[in-house]
């Protein structure tokens, strides 16, 4: 079983900065790709941001120059720097991983997902 958990979200006003955490845990042989995903309300879920785990990135074009996504290999964790926020951030926030469970001897491939956390930006 593997376990991504969110933080860092929360109120905060135009122009100001967030940075969300999303460590994953669990049963985990190696993770490729994470990502941030976004949900605002009554809209789908949208692509923030996504890198891999050589560390090549991509962003959605509203985000581009003021977001930044980062890794930290070695402790299973994604960030998300958030600056210059609009008010058109707000949004639940989601972590994303694609990655092999298991063992060296038995793994499987999965995608797993956070609970998300809300960020609220005020205009």
């Known amino acids: 079983q593997v376990q991504l958990v969110e933080s860092g979200g929360g109120l905060v006003q135009a122009g100001g900065s967030l940075r969300l955490s999303c460590a994953a845990s669990?049963?985990?042989?190696?993770?490729?790709?994470m990502g941030w995903y976004r949900q605002a309300p009554e809209k789908q879920r949208e692509l923030v941001a996504a890198?891999?785990?050589?560390?090549?990135?991509n962003y959605t074009d509203s985000v581009k120059g003021r977001f930044t996504i980062s890794r930290d290999n070695a402790k299973n964790t994604v960030y998300l720097q958030m600056n210059s926020l609009k008010a058109e951030d707000t949004a639940v926030y989601y972590c994303?991983?694609?990655?092999?469970?298991?063992?060296?001897?038995?793994?499987?491939?999965?995608?797993?997902w956070g609970k998300g956390t809300l960020v609220t930006v005020s205009s």
């Open positions: 890198i891999t785990s050589g560390g090549v990135t």
């Open positions: 994303n991983a694609d990655l092999v469970s298991g063992t060296m001897f038995y793994n499987y491939k999965m995608n797993s």
């Open positions: 669990g049963n985990i042989f190696r993770i490729n790709a």
